[in-house]
């Protein structure tokens, strides 16, 4: 019984608000085990019957499902999610592409257009991460100034505060933290906010309710597993790559469409 194996076939067919109560699930899912519709419903602003009618609406016979799987789902990961290399190589490898495939699925097809149609207007694009995320974040670089795009990818503090001021409306930014608590970014977007200005912050983080998630445009969210390694997080990021080459594919399919007319 698996929580995104149930929900994926009807996730094409949520509206917004059902799409941010699925986002307000799996973002909270080790909270609301456990507790009663009531208090679910309570936690997400929204009344026992329209929350019973999105429960059915992704794929559950009633509440008491729903919170079974949900509950199953959690003591999975807890098992499947070691610090250190113990499981058998086969189950690691399944865990890896789980990882990917339950990343891709709640990708929303608006979110990714919305993005697209930023980059039809060839902005400047922020690029900001630090730690294991940094390095890969040299490829994402590489692949869209490759395809095109003035990419500033700032890879130290102080090149950062100087990158912040070279933002402006029309920018598009992307914010890569998996906790999404890094004092500096969340530094960085209220600086902005408080400037007045406005570019399109996308963050990619983890699934749990952040800050820099609430403070964001579009947030995408990842799931890994998390490995350490004398005391340094090695847990996969491939899922990072993933969001951030589909949301450049989207774009050159549409333009390429555009140039054919």
């Known amino acids: 019984m698996d929580f995104f194996n149930i929900v994926e076939p009807h996730l094409k067919d ?7 109560l699925f986002d307000f699930v799996v973002q909270n899912m080790d909270e609301l085990n456990g507790l009663n519709i009531r208090e679910v419903a309570s936690m997400a602003y929204v009344s026992t019957a329209t929350f019973l009618r999105f429960v ?33 190589l086969e189950k690691y490898r399944n865990e890896y592409i789980k990882n990917i495939e339950e990343t891709i699925r ?12 930023k980059l039809s207007s060839h902005p400047n694009i922020f690029l ?10 040299e490829y994402i670089q590489y692949l869209y100034s490759m395809t095109g795009f003035n990419t500033i990818f700032p890879q130290d503090h102080d090149y950062r505060r100087l990158a912040e001021q070279q933002i402006n409306d029309d920018s ?14 969340i530094r960085l977007i209220n600086n902005l906010l408080r400037k007045g200005i406005n570019p399109l912050i996308v963050s990619i983080t983890g699934a749990n309710n952040n800050t820099i998630q609430n403070l964001s445009d579009i947030n995408f969210y990842i799931f890994t ?14 899922a990072v790559i ?20």
Do not use: C, W
């Open 106 to 117: 709640v990708l929303k097809a608006d979110q990714l257009q919305r993005i697209a149609d």
């Open 172 to 185: 598009l930014v992307f914010i890569m933290s998996f906790n999404g608590e890094n004092e500096e970014f």
């Open 225 to 238: 597993d998390q490995i350490k390694i004398n005391n340094t997080d090695i847990g996969s990021r491939i």
């Open 128 to 137: 900001f991460s630090n730690g294991t995320t940094k390095h890969l974040t």
């Open 56 to 88: 059915r609406k992704i794929g559950f016979s009633g509440f008491s499902e729903f919170a079974t799987v949900i509950k199953f789902t959690l003591m999975n990961n807890q098992e499947q999610s070691p610090t250190t290399l113990s499981l058998p």
């Open 242 to 261: 993933a969001i951030m080459e589909l949301i450049l594919y989207q774009y050159i399919e549409i333009y390429k469409k555009t140039k054919k007319q």
């Open 14 to 20: 949520l509206s917004e608000n059902e799409h941010q």
